[in-house]
Nanobody, 119 residues
Framework: QVQLVESGGGLVQPGGSLRLSCATS????????MGWYRQSPGKQRELVAA???????NYADSVKGRFTISRDNAKNTVYLQMNSLKSEDTAVYYC?????????????WGQGTQVTVSS
């Protein structure tokens, strides 16, 4: 299994910044894809940003230019830098990892960290 632990959430004012961290229990080299999702009450969980094979990044249109996903392979950690935060960014943010093993896809989720953007 892969254990994922998110941290860095909190309460910030509109226009503020936060950096979320996702620490993994295994080398990122063995994880095929990692990303950040978020979910707010009454809404489906949605992709925010992700790394795919080859290090290609993908962002939701709503966060392009404001959020940046990055990684530190030595620390087995993925980050989400969030700038110019808006109230609509309020959600629980989840780290996600996908592992391909013997041709099967396995998906893992962290416990989530709350991000609240409010005056």
């Amino acid at each position: 299994q892969v254990q994922l632990v998110e941290s860095g959430g909190g309460l910030v004012q509109p226009g503020g910044s936060l950096r979320l961290s996702c620490a993994t229990s295994r080398s990122i080299f063995s994880i095929n894809a990692m990303g950040w999702y978020r979910q707010s009450p009454g809404k489906q969980r949605e992709l925010v940003a992700a790394f795919t094979s080859g290090g290609i990044t993908n962002y939701a249109d709503s966060v392009k230019g404001r959020f940046t996903i990055s990684r530190d392979n030595a620390k087995n950690t993925v980050y989400l830098q969030m700038n110019s935060l808006k109230s609509e960014d309020t959600a629980v943010y989840y780290c996600n990892a996908r592992v391909v093993d013997y041709g099967n896809l396995y998906e893992y989720w962290g416990q989530g960290t709350q991000v609240t953007v409010s005056s």
